[in-house]
């Protein structure tokens, strides 16, 4: 055999081995086809992706392939399933179809850009996907509120709604405190139950709900309340704000508490009251006002208080007149001092006694009648 004779055989049996792998290869490439329609995704951090992938099965032969994952970020959670269960490897009938759902979850801690990853399927070709992450991720918490500011009277209670999310990556339990003036009561409820702490999934949100009561003689004005939710790794601050209106509270009284009189028949007599403002706002248009028994009559002056501060008195002088026919004997005379807000009302024990005038005339007929007996007695006494 010539030289050229072998060198050629040898070229034939090469050509055709190379034809052959190349058949086989593009028959293990093209037997088996991973496929989903969602290929490239943005997301922010934070979120959950679910594709659903088909693996098709191309050729006329039974086909098992070892299904996987790889080149996902550190630190990234995914999940593969079909059918139920968790897999590793699936087996495809000649020319049918299975899929499969890839969960992944994306971090709160994540910086923006494109992330690259595939899915496997033994030799066949891989399927490549892309996330890109829309914004700069962050490891931190929030704590919100629809309406910071509320306005009330110092006997209120004022109810905050509040949202705590957990923006990070690891479940949290949360200290909640609040750094109130002395004296305030600040109460953390969550579920309807009070509680000092909760517990917070990732990327999750608790409703919370905080009820502030301040003390009775807080003044009105504007109060500042900050409450904070902490863990040893992440902490967010809220400030509330309340608005205490004042209280109403008024006592009408005497410059000593006495609260009883004497009262000649058809006279008058002047009582002297303190109406004291005991709230913390202050206290317009006071108006005194009377009950007493028919025919009687009171006099007030001033006949009204215009302005009365938080702590500040008012002298008001009731000047009682009795009825000229009262009969002796205790009366009770109503004396009330009212606002539009609140009133106060105290009653006096009116002790009324007969005028002079009426005991001298008592004395005069007892001495008529002891007169006239002696003369009765002197002239018939004898007979």
Known sequence: MSVEKRWFRLFLALSLGIVCLISHANEVTESVTLYTPYTRISVPPGESIDYAIDVINNSKELKNAEISVSGVPKGWNYVLKSGGWTIGQISILPGERKTLSLKVDVPMKVNKGNY?????AGGFDPLPLVINISEQGTFKTEFTTGQSNMQGNVNSTFTFNTNLKNQTADKQLYALMADAPRGWNVVFKSNYQQVTSVNSEPNSTQQVTIEIKAPDK?????????VRAATSSSAADLELEVVITGSYNMELTTPTGLLSANLTAGE???????????????????????????????????????KLPPGGSARIYATIKA??????????????????????KISFRISVETPMLWGWIGVLIIVVALGSVYHLFRKYGRR
């Open 116 to 120: 690259h990853f595939k899915v496997l």
């Open 218 to 226: 807080t003044e009105a004005g504007k109060y500042k309340i900050p």
């Open 268 to 306: 008058a007599k002047q009582l002297e009251l303190v109406v004291n403002n005991t709230g913390s706002s202050e206290l317009t248009d006071i108006k005194p006002e009377s009950s007493v028994p028919v025919n009687w009559g009171v006099v007030f002056d001033p006949k009204k208080v215009d």
């Open 323 to 344: 009825d000229k026919k009262a009969i002796p004997g205790d009366y009770v005379a109503n004396i009330e001092a009212k606002t539009p807000e609140i009133s106060s």
